[in-house]
């Protein structure tokens, strides 16, 4: 999250979509095209209204933090038998397919940038996981 | 019918003297065994003082039992006292005549939300500048039993079941992630932490079980061929057992934990609100208290 000037000169800040379940759902091969639409408008609100309600701005740390955590929860939920059949129908336990693999490896990725500290290179964060995409909000 | 680890029926029967009870396992959370009990026709209804004198007029109830595992891995154990902050487990037992103030941390979340006072005390103003969020009211609480009685949101469609119908519009899951990101927001901003609440809702076991989850992710990230899973681990760690506790969060915000009630006013949940506005309730609360104010966001979309 950072902020930029709008033509105007008004502070327009940009966030990205940084949250384990939903980027576990977006990313699911269940997930149709439609109900990505649906997660994006979802993702989308919850992000800019929390961001817009939230006392203190979110800084380089909180960014740091929330990378950190949603990797690791992103690996968690991704691989843990309790939850994995959200994510795909195949049979097994842990990492048990491509799709799963997949998913730990973009938990890993995850907290890869995070661990940068407060300096994360936004660009490359924005190209490698996809799920981060970013929007702007005016305040 | 359901075999559960824990007897409901036996203990509604024992506790209130009513018998045909029906218990529904809920999914719920990870942490307890959670039923949704309705008691026999004609007992909700106010009539039966036996009934009222522990539900009041609640139709069903949701009921948590902690079991000294959790119950969703049952290879972890977890003390039945999770429910109890440690701080007050300690008041507990060194002076037993202050039972009464034993509370579990789902219960002094709930009740902070319930209760009226100073902002400091209170999660109330949160409720009220979020009218479409749904909490639930604590309604007994038995220390002996790791029993907790609460009120029931209602049997509505959780946030999965939402995002991933056919039928959801984007502008109903638009409205959702606005009134979800509104209510966060407030609570995090909440000045709610006061040192004795930082206090009460210190809960080591908990603390314990997400370090224990971050061995397992370490374990899965070994299993994928993640090469560097021990340098991440090692910073999850750290992070989590160093990170700082300035908002006060639910601390198990996934899909499970969100319930959705879109069906205009036609039930329990939005009876209040002016129809075509959709109604979000949240439960499991026992993970709730003082976190890292990225906590709840980074779980969800936790």
């Known amino acids: 999250m950072f902020y930029l000037h709008d033509h105007c000169g008004r502070h327009i800040l940009i966030l990205c979509s940084t949250g384990c379940y939903l980027h576990l759902l977006s990313a699911s091969p269940l997930t149709t095209a439609s109900v990505n639409r649906t997660i994006l408008a979802f993702a989308e609100a919850l992000y800019s209204s929390y961001f817009a309600t939230i006392k203190n701005p979110p800084d380089g740390d909180f960014l740091s933090s929330l990378l950190l955590m949603h990797g690791w929860e992103m690996v968690n939920a991704a691989a843990w038998n309790s939850r994995q059949d959200m994510w795909c129908g195949c049979v097994g336990e842990g990492v048990r397919c491509k799709h799963i693999k997949s998913m730990v490896e973009n938990g890993a990725e995850l907290m890869r940038f995070a661990i940068q500290g407060s300096n994360i290179d936004m660009k490359a964060l924005r190209s490698t996981i996809e799920w981060s995409q970013f929007f702007s909000l005016k305040v | ?302």
């Open chain 2, 1 to 302: 019918m359901a075999i559960f680890a824990f007897d409901f029926n036996t203990y509604l029967e024992q506790t209130t003297g009513v018998f045909g009870w029906s218990v529904e396992e809920l999914s719920g959370g990870a942490a307890n065994f959670t039923v949704r009990v309705r008691p026999p026709c004609g007992v909700g209804d106010g009539t039966n003082s036996s009934y009222s004198g522990t539900f009041g007029s609640e139709k069903s109830v949701v009921i948590k039992q902690a079991p000294p595992y959790f119950a969703k891995l049952p290879k972890i154990s977890f003390s039945p006292y999770r429910q109890v902050s440690r701080f007050l487990y300690t008041v507990e037992f060194y002076a037993p005549e202050r039972h009464s103030f034993i509370q579990i941390v789902e219960k002094e979340a709930l009740e902070l939300f319930h209760s009226s006072g100073h902002s400091a005390n209170s999660l109330q103003t949160v409720l009220v500048t979020n009218p479409l969020v749904r909490i639930p009211r604590m309604l007994k609480h038995d220390n002996q039993c790791g029993i907790l009685v609460q009120s029931d949101l209602g049997p509505h469609p959780n946030l999965y079941e939402v995002l991933t119908s056919p039928h959801t519009f984007t502008t109903t899951a638009s409205s959702l992630g606005s009134i979800l990101g509104h209510f966060l927001a407030d609570m995090h901003n909440s000045p709610v932490l006061s040192p004795l609440n930082i206090k009460t809702f210190y809960n080591e076991d908990s603390e314990r079980v997400i370090v224990d989850v971050i061995s397992r992710v370490a374990s899965y990230m070994k299993d994928a061929g993640v090469a560097d899973w021990q340098i991440l681990e090692e910073s999850a760690s750290n992070h989590w057992r160093n990170r700082k506790k300035v908002a006060f969060s639910q601390g198990d915000l996934w899909f499970g934990t969100v319930l959705v009630d879109d069906n205009f006013g036609s039930s329990n949940l939005d009876k209040i609100e002016a129809p075509r506005s959709p109604v979000i309730g949240i439960c499991d609360w026992e993970f709730a208290g003082p976190n890292d104010p990225a906590a709840d966001i980074a779980q969800l979309g936790e």
